[in-house]
């Protein structure tokens, strides 16, 4: 298992209702897939740097879980079909090892 983030821009016209059943139907896959959800982070409607299909702004949404790579691609494929989101990217998250506590000698 890896642990990834996916940052999805979705269209500024969908609704909150549309907008969570995107967002739950990636935790669906990941559960599904045997994967664990962290977090969901909405960040809200947003302006963008550059117009996109005409559109000045995107509601951005950034997702935590952990996941066979497998799972990442089937995640990837379907959210390009999926009417409403303008763009996602999918990243792995690097998890550095916890230090050791060092013992002082005196």
Request: charged residues 30%; hydrophobic residues 40%.
């Given at each position: 298992?890896?642990?990834?983030?996916?940052?999805?821009?979705?269209?500024?016209?969908?609704?909150?209702?549309?907008q969570?059943?995107?967002?739950?139907r990636?935790?669906?896959?990941?559960?599904?897939?045997?994967?664990?959800?962290?977090?969901?982070?909405?960040?809200?409607?947003?302006?963008?740097?550059?117009?996109?299909?005409?559109?000045?702004?995107?509601?951005?949404?950034?997702?935590h879980?952990?996941?066979?790579?497998?799972?990442?691609?089937?995640?990837?494929?379907?959210?390009?079909?999926?009417?409403?989101?303008?763009?996602?990217?999918?990243?792995?998250?690097?998890?550095?090892?916890?230090?050791?506590?060092?013992?002082?000698?005196?």
């Amino acid at each position: 298992m890896n642990g990834y983030e996916i940052m999805l821009m979705l269209d500024p016209e969908l609704g909150d209702e549309r907008q969570e059943e995107i967002v739950t139907r990636i935790r669906e896959r990941v559960v599904s897939d045997g994967g664990t959800w962290q977090a969901h982070e909405p960040w809200g409607r947003r302006k963008l740097a550059y117009e996109i299909a005409k559109k000045n702004e995107a509601h951005y949404h950034l997702v935590h879980f952990d996941s066979s790579a497998e799972t990442l691609t089937e995640i990837a494929r379907v959210l390009k079909i999926t009417d409403g989101v303008m763009r996602h990217m999918a990243v792995r998250q690097i998890r550095r090892a916890q230090p050791e506590a060092v013992q002082a000698t005196a």
